[in-house]
């Protein structure tokens, strides 16, 4: 694999099927004077109903990378594609309405809002459609059902552990049920038992309910909990690790 | 979406009540201050322009000889003369004010063809020395009736050393030009008080003038005063519009004053209200991050923030415009004799209700510059 053409594909899957494609993305940064190239001409397909887990050490494009896969940032050069859908030529307005149907994002820091209970946290993509109350509230209660907190609704971040809100950011981000979900050190804050349960969580997002996911993560115990890992390290993708 | 902008608004209870007090005090001032500007202004349209008042020239308030009225009768021009003399007087308590106004009946309604008193009652009064007619408001005020005996207490020192003038309540009395004035005024015989007082005998306070035409009312004012150049003490003539006119000035531009006030208890108000703004925005902008990645429009964020911005400047002017409308009917009680009365026009209202949003729009400037630049990626720490 060349160190500045790097393809990934699922062995089983073709590029034509995939879910997600990047053709040949470019990422730079300015930084005062200086130019960074984050990503380098990288190429990679996800399929449908994928658990990608991508590692590699801070700095070397991972979070870079998920931000261009959910529309928060779009490409130098290259085409971001998902689900037939050519991002990288959305409006920020139509990226953020594209973000509202197609992406689920789980924060490392869960980021819900503190003056929301849980219910109403999970709501918050949901105002964005135009479902009613009523159906809002079964969709609400289905989630928070899926992420095992049905009696913990009515509380506020605050008064859940940091298990809980995970499984908060969770419920909040598959109510809509969105076409992938990007997971950003989801387990980083957490201690091993409720990391477990969140990875446990994710797996049954994946096998059970056939949602896409791609995770970022330092944690090789994480990584083992997807469907197969990438090694990201100086904006090149690779199966293995750097040695 | 509103319950959401709600939530955020009253996220931090402390913070939201200090800032809706700061609006509240805000446009209970600008409430007060316009209600006073129509007291002060100069806003005299309702005010004759004819009829003319003649006082002391060296002090407004300094008595003239009452015999001056005969030499005004005979200027040409001058087609009616009465006089006055005002003290102030109230009933039981110092608090129940109100002006005592001692006229001659036998030219008072010539002077004044716009006073009404029924033909009975004004024929009772003529005829009783001591007799009262008063205005509506002030019979209703402490339950009057006609033929009452009242005691009314005065600043005025009576030649019995006691200073209440006690007076038989004969008639209402209506000035037909101010219908809806609230006033609250008693007229009694400038003879009885004349007779019965310790000082100034045979003096008046002001004689009022109607001239034959209207449109030689200053012509007739040159008159008059040309007539008393000699005498001692000289006069100042103008008609009643000049003069309240005049009487304002002196006492300062105070409508002008009153605007110069309430420009900067809102430039203050603008500045507590945009720094609270910006300071509650700025400790969000992680949480706006996430609610973008979410899919929330930068268009949607800006709208909640603006929402909250225009919220606070509306409840708190709405609050202290409506404590400013119950202060000025209390204020209202204590400046009767006002030639302007103190009044929350809705005209005004409207224009507060203009400011509260304009406000609101302005405070929520510099957040919303913030915000429109806010990176997700930045925010939410993801580089």
Redesign the interface.
Known sequence: MSATEATVTNETTTAATALVQLKDVVKT?QRGSETVQVLQKLSLDVPRGDFLALMGPSGSGK??L??LL?G??KPTSGQVIIDDQPIHQLS??AL??????H?G?V?QLY?L?P??NAE?NIE??L??TKLSHSERKKRVAAALSLVGLQDRGKHKPAELSGGQEQRVGIA?AIVTDPTILLC?EPTGDLDRKAGDEILELLQVLNTEHGKTIVMVTHDPHAAACAKRTLFMNKGVLGEEPEA | MFALVWTNFTRKKGRLALTLLSVLIAFLLFGMLMAARQVFSPQLGNLDKSRLLTHNKVAMMSPLPVAYAQRIAHIPGVKAVSYITVMLGWYQDQKNRFAVQAVPAASIFDAYPELTVSPAERKVWTNDRDGALVTPDLMQAYGWKIGERVPVMSNLQKKDGTSTWDVTIDGTIVNSAHKDAKARVMAIHYKYLNEGRAANQDTVMMFMELPDDPGKATAVAQAIDSTFENASPQVSTSTTKTMVHNAIRQAGDIGGIIVDVAIAVFFSMLLVVGAIMFQSARERHVEFAALRALGFTRSAILRMVIGESLLTCIIGGLLGIGLAALLVNVFQDKLQNFPQSMDLTSIAVLIAVGLMIGFGLLAAAAPVSQLWRLSIREALGRT
Do not use: E, I, Q
């Open positions: 940064y979070t870079t998920m931000n959910g928060l940032d920020d307005s953020a309405k594209w973000r509202a149907r992406v994002f924060f980021h809002l003056v929301l109403r918050l993509p105002l964005l909040r950003d």
